[in-house]
């Protein structure tokens, strides 16, 4: 280990009662570890002299902790009497300039803290924004070659990622439907049962299940399972420089790795609205039966006309554009991905709670749209 030559300080009285204090050793982090305070207590009582000339031609070494020493000694100011190599000037004026940014800015920051913050975030809607639309036209363009060119079809990355977003997807979503049933029935099982309209379980199962609670449970599942899955396998990727290897060989990123995720997710989705809404009505009936004693025949053959089969097909559409949804924003948090484990983390995070939040909006805007359709009065 080095040994550190140690700071000093020579005081000395001139000829016209003025002090000069030449400083030697090394000014460094580790030479003044051991005499900090000493040093500190030192420069403070003759830096109140009036007229002192500050020779620093001696010193060994000097870095940012020692000039920063030297700074607050001089009241963040150069003074009048400074004898210093031009080294050792750049670094006083650094230190200078970064006290003078520091002091200009921050009284305005804190005033304009809420303004500043609006416009940081609408950079960062808009840098999403122009991300996203990017992605989406990157993906027409594949979509429109491959058309022209049906050979260059990724097939097998497709059905590997339908199997894992979608057969995998299976059980979870099973039993969620099923509890969710069951659920929704006993609870107006209850209140029908106060009015004497128990034959309306049916009604309200059926329709609360296919229309808006069977794609909602499944778009919500699948973001967080599938979703976050996608955003963490490109943000490894990405953490790994895989997408730049595969940049570098001549492979298209979009083709391989988004549009297989996007059109696994748009297949699936609706197939899995379709099963998660047949077993949350099993799960319905089945309590429907129990509470009510409204068999599982009568259940089965009065729900085709209470529930119209329109709302079958509004319950599978919402599925189709809830996966496309849930694709594409589950491999745009996945591509903004840092070579950091902190930004791998964050955009997972951010991937399911966008995707969820918008999935939500998009319910919101279908039942807008389609309210006319699918209800009888």
Known sequence: MRNHSPPGIDVRALADGALELRLSGEWTLGALAESLAALQQHLARHASVKK???????????????????????RR??????????????????????DRERSGLMPASQRFAWLLSIGTGALRLFRHVSDFTSLIGRLLLDIAYLVRHPSAIPWREISANMY???????PVTALVGFLIGVVLSFLSAL???????????????????????????????VAGRSGSAM????????????????????????????????????????????????????????????Q???????????????VAVSNLWIGLSKGLVF???VGLIACHFGLRVRPNTESLSANTT??????????????????????EIGLRV
């Open 292 to 306: 009510l004693d409204i068999s599982y025949g009568y259940f089965i053959a009065t729900l085709p006309r209470a």
């Open 323 to 325: 996966g496309i949804l």
């Open 52 to 74: 002192v000339n500050w020779n620093c031609l001696n010193i060994a070494a000097l870095d940012s902790t020692g000039a920063m020493l030297l700074w607050r000694a001089w």
């Open 164 to 170: 894992k977003s979608g057969v995998r997807s299976m």
């Open 231 to 290: 955003t963490a396998q490109l943000g490894v990727m990405r953490v790994t420089d895989e997408i730049d290897a595969l940049a570098a060989m001549g492979v298209s990123r979009s083709q391989r790795l988004i549009l297989p995720k996007v059109v696994a997710l748009a297949v699936t989705m609706p197939l899995l609205v379709l099963w998660t809404t047949a077993i949350a009505l099993i799960g319905g009936m089945v309590s429907a039966q129990i």
């Open 350 to 371: 951010a991937s399911v709670v966008t995707a969820i939040t918008l999935v939500i909006l998009a319910d919101a805007v279908f039942a807008i749209v389609m309210r």
């Open 77 to 98: 100011s150069l003074p009048q009497l400074l004898q210093a190599s031009p080294e050792q000037l750049a670094i006083f004026e650094r230190i200078a300039a970064a």
């Open 191 to 221: 209140q029908l049962r106060n009015f004497g309209a128990d034959i309306y379980i049916i009604n309200i199962v059926g329709l609360g299940i296919i229309r808006e609670l069977g794609p909602l449970l499944v778009a919500v599942l």
